[in-house]
């Protein structure tokens, strides 16, 4: 799928500004928190991005959430080389400046989305979980191996994880969280929207002909 022309344009003009191998720092970051948060449990209240305790001062809450783990034992591993590996599929086929891009609006979006809304984020999955969104539109037919036996094309895996991150949001949360979420997309939107528009539009006018 082809990218807005505006991305190639920021890359020629601001291409050195970029986070190499994003996926192990991001992996690295996931793992310090971890580490922590086991041991005090009470730390992910302080690092949660708290839009009135950001507002009184706490600056570091606009970041911090990035450490807060999203698992725990040996799930913790396999999640921490799951986002390794999309990332780095991602960064091969966008390079780094567009992965760090994308990366950035993510950011961007999850923070607009908790301050507008007033919604604290204890998390780092409604950033993470558009990686993989992007991955399973880039690459819908690329076989995973799902627990390293399974396979199974990442549309479908892409599919599942949004089925099971809305459905737990509508049902155990806030309708403020379901709203962040769409925020928190605000990479994909901007990367992906104006191509499945644009596809869509095409479509309807074949049936039309």
């Not at 959430?65 to 799951?82: A, N, Q």
Request: aromatic share 18%; charged share 15%; glycine share 8%.
């Amino acid at each position: 799928m082809t990218l807005p022309y505006w991305i190639d344009f920021l890359e020629r003009k601001f291409g050195f500004i970029k986070i190499p191998n994003l996926g192990i720092v991001l992996a690295i970051i996931q793992g310090i928190g971890w580490y922590f948060c086991t041991k005090d449990t009470s730390l992910i209240a302080k690092l949660a991005l708290n839009p009135t305790a950001v507002l009184h001062g706490e600056l570091y809450r606009l970041f911090s959430f990035l450490l807060i783990p999203l698992s725990d034992g040996i799930l913790m591993f396999l999640y921490l080389w799951f986002v390794i590996f999309v990332l780095r599929i991602l960064e091969r086929k966008w390079g780094s400046f567009k992965l760090t891009l994308y990366f950035i609006l993510g950011w961007l979006g999850a923070v607009l989305g908790a301050f507008i809304f007033n919604t604290p984020l204890d998390s780092f999955m409604l950033l993470e979980s558009t990686f993989f969104f992007a991955l399973a539109t880039l690459m819908p037919d690329f076989n995973l191996l799902l627990f390293f036996i399974l396979p199974l094309k990442m549309k479908w895996i892409g599919i599942a994880f949004a089925a099971i991150l809305v459905l737990q949001l509508v049902l155990f949360g806030a309708w403020q969280m379901v709203l962040c979420l769409v925020f928190s997309c605000l990479n994909y939107i901007v990367f992906f929207g104006p191509g499945i528009c644009k596809g869509f539009v095409a479509e309807l006018k074949k049936r039309r002909t």
